[in-house]
C-alpha cells in the first residue's frame, strides 16, 4: 500500500489513537511551536480551514514514538 492517500483531521487523529481530540490538538500545538522532540509530521492539506494530514504519515509517527502500539 505505498503511496496510500488518506487524509484525516485531528478529531480522525485522536479517535484512531484512542486518545481525546484535546490531546491530539496539544500534540498539534506543541508540534508547531517546537515544543516536541518528535513533532508531528507537518499537514498536507488544509479542509474546511482546519488542518489535514496523511494518516499513514501520522500512524508511522505515533508508532516511533510510542503513542500508538
Known amino acids: ?3 496510500r492517500i488518506e487524509p484525516v483531521g485531528l ?3 485522536a479517535a484512531r489513537l484512542g486518545v481525546k481530540r484535546g490531546t491530539a490538538n ?4 506543541r ?5 516536541l522532540p518528535h513533532p508531528m ?3 498536507q492539506w ?3 480551514g482546519q488542518p489535514a494530514w496523511n ?3 501520522v500512524q508511522r509517527w505515533a508508532k516511533s ?5
Open 11 to 13: 478529531v480522525e487523529i
Open 26 to 29: 496539544m500534540w498539534h500545538y
Open 31 to 35: 508540534s508547531t511551536r517546537g515544543e
Open 65 to 69: 514514538t510510542g503513542r500508538a502500539a
Open 55 to 57: 494518516w499513514p504519515a
Open 41 to 43: 509530521p507537518e499537514p
Open 46 to 48: 488544509t479542509v474546511s
Open 1 to 3: 500500500m505505498a503511496n
